[in-house]
């Protein structure tokens, strides 16, 4: 697509992440965006601890503030996609409040975050208030889903993760708001590349409102970099 307005792409990591990523992320603006029409802009902030374990995090524990994501979107203004990213980004208890600022501050057209989905008892009631407060922005939720049953739990590391994540997009499933857009994720690899067919099946079954894939490559934000995965 086209526009002349920022594309901005947050990612939750990790304090010991956050200078080797950024490096890398600005040496890729300086390779891909020079002779593109589009404004990328990249903000990385850290997160302490969490990660995949579906423990949430506390605002006391974050040293990145919702007091400076307000000054960061205020000094952003106007964009047309947002997307914020991690690591699970509902970890943060303050997420939604996040995702409040980023409406307030830069009235984009689309939010979009991607999941895992394990925080089913957490991740439904969090989108609801956010749908219902930035209700002249889409809201893109983009689950993940690289394999069905085991084969997902086997590639995601962790043991029910394909349940919980069912759990988490039924319950997404039954919003009724039409600023709202629920879709299937997948990171095509060599572990899952054989399963697409059942996985897009899958998402036909689910009535999902989207179905996105990706090849997998060692990118430094998803720690693959070394990793055998193609």
């Known amino acids: 697509f086209y526009t ?15 200078p080797q990523r950024m490096e890398s992320y600005t040496n890729d603006l300086r390779r891909t965006n020079g002779g593109t029409k589009t404004n990328i802009l990249n903000k990385i902030s850290s997160v302490r601890g969490g990660g995949i374990t579906g423990q949430a995090i506390s605002e006391e524990q974050n040293p ?7 000054k960061t979107f205020k000094s952003i203004g106007d964009a047309f996609w947002i997307t914020l990213s991690g690591g699970e980004p509902f970890l943060r208890n303050d997420f939604v409040e996040i ?5 307030r501050n830069c009235r984009p057209n689309i939010i979009n975050i991607p999941t895992n989905g394990l925080l089913f008892d957490i991740i439904p009631e969090s989108v609801e208030e956010i749908v219902k407060y930035c209700q002249k922005t889409q809201i893109v939720i983009n689950l993940s889903v690289d ?5 997902h739990d086997a590639i995601r590391g962790i043991k ?3 349940n919980k994540s069912m759990r988490t997009y039924d319950a997404l499933r039954s919003l009724g708001y039409k600023n709202f857009n629920l879709g299937i994720h997948t990171v095509i690899s060599r572990f899952n590349v054989e399963n697409i067919p ?4 899958l998402a036909k079954k689910l009535r999902a409102d989207s179905f996105i894939t990706e090849i997998a490559e060692e990118r430094v934000e998803l720690d693959t970099v070394g990793l055998d995965i193609k």
């Open 4 to 18: 002349n307005m920022p594309v901005i792409k947050f990612f939750f990591l990790n304090p010991s992440e956050v």
């Open 198 to 201: 059942e996985i897009y099946e």
């Open 160 to 162: 029910g993760n394909f």
């Open 99 to 103: 995702c409040k600022s980023a409406y």
């Open 147 to 151: 394999g069905i049953g085991e084969r």
């Open 64 to 70: 990145a503030v919702l007091g400076e994501f307000e």
